[in-house]
Nanobody, 115 residues
Framework: QVQLVESGGGLVQPGGSLRLSCVAS????????MGWYRQAPGKERELVAG???????NYSVSVKGRFFISRDSAKATVYLQMNSLKPEDTAVYYC?????????WGQGTQVTVSS
């Protein structure tokens, strides 16, 4: 069983930055599909940024150039650096892993961008 624990959310003003962390209970490798999703009230969950199994990264159009995903395999942790935050980035952010054909989710961390 894989457990994913997110942290780092909070309230930030427009234009500010936050870094989210996701600690996995298993080792992570460049071949693991992992990523960050978000879900705003009344909207569907959407991919924000992710690693695909060949190590490439992909980003949603709405965050490209502002958000950056990275990982530290030694710490089994994936990060999401979020810069130039906008009110429309407000959502619950979830960490996701695809491993051995199963999908795992963290509990989510709330990000609120407001003045």
């Amino acid at each position: 069983q894989v457990q994913l624990v997110e942290s780092g959310g909070g309230l930030v003003q427009p234009g500010g930055s936050l870094r989210l962390s996701c600690v996995a209970s298993v080792s992570i490798f460049s071949g693991n599909d992992m990523g960050w999703y978000r879900q705003a009230p009344g909207k569907e969950r959407e991919l924000v940024a992710g690693f695909v199994n060949d190590g490439r990264t992909n980003y949603s159009v709405s965050v490209k150039g502002r958000f950056f995903i990275s990982r530290d395999s030694a710490k089994a942790t994936v990060y999401l650096q979020m810069n130039s935050l906008k009110p429309e980035d407000t959502a619950v952010y979830y960490c996701n892993m695809l491993r051995s054909g199963s999908v795992y989710w963290g509990q989510g961390t709330q990000v609120t961008v407001s003045s």
